[in-house]
């Protein structure tokens, strides 16, 4: 299994800044994901961040807004850019382990933008 | 395109009824589906997945091809049950993240 830490876990900030969110796993994996989850909605899915690449991001996602880093097979971070009040949203890092058949998940980070 | 529905927003049941969570997809292929439930104050977390065909906390679930279906079940209701459950699919090629239902939440009530 792996377990995921992901700072910080919650931020009040204001519109027109930027955000960055560190995920920190505590064994190598094969694949690290960023999702979205706003008030009352499910789990969305932003971007695939790649080791050593530029992240694949989904419909909808771009690389101006939210900039990913995955500089090794552990640690990855999304930056929240340019912040709206829509933007206010809990954001989940998930890894995929060597076996592939477990997602895991941070705890979250609840992104307050005002 | 992969899609997971989950009909309940939210599912109350009394202690010891059973349960009977919902949840139905699409998917061009052989997915694979997911159930993972979120507890209060916890993060989300595998609870069983089809290919498993196992019995986690008493619940059960069965994919129906068929149907397209992979309903989560549990005969009787536990008050620790109460959480959020999220059905999930992911396509049969591996290193693919989840996709997500909308969730339901279920509580429990003695």
């Known amino acids: 299994s792996a377990v995921i830490s992901q700072k910080p876990s919650r931020d009040i900030c204001q519109r027109g800044t930027s955000l960055t969110i560190q995920c920190q796993v505590d064994?190598?994996?094969?694949?690290m994901f960023w999702y979205r989850q706003q008030p009352g909605q499910s789990l969305t899915l932003i971007a695939t961040a790649n080791q050593g690449s530029e992240a694949t991001y989904e419909s909808g996602f771009v690389i101006d807004k939210f900039p990913i880093s995955r500089p090794n097979l552990t640690f990855s971070t999304l930056t929240v850019s340019n912040m709206s009040p829509e933007d206010s949203s809990i954001y989940l890092c998930s890894a995929l382990g060597w076996s592939n058949t477990e997602a895991f998940f941070g705890q979250g980070t609840r992104l307050t933008v005002v | 395109a992969q899609r997971v529905t989950q009909p309940e927003k939210l599912l109350s049941v009394f202690k010891g009824a059973p349960v009977e969570l919902k949840c139905n997809y699409s998917?061009?292929?052989?997915?694979?589906l997911f159930w993972y439930v979120q507890y209060s104050r916890q993060r989300l977390q595998l609870l069983l997945r089809?290919?498993s065909r196992e019995s986690i906390k008493g619940f059960t679930a069965d994919l129906n091809k068929g149907e397209t279906s992979f309903h989560l079940k549990k005969p009787f209701a536990q008050e620790e049950d109460s959480a959020m459950y999220y059905c999930?699919?992911?396509?049969?090629?591996?290193?693919?993240?989840?996709?997500f239902g909308k969730g339901t939440r279920l509580s429990v009530i003695a």
């Open positions: 089809h290919i």
């Open positions: 064994s190598q994996v094969t694949m």
């Open positions: 999930a699919l992911r396509g049969n090629s591996g290193n693919t993240p989840l996709v």
């Open positions: 998917y061009s292929g052989s997915p694979e």
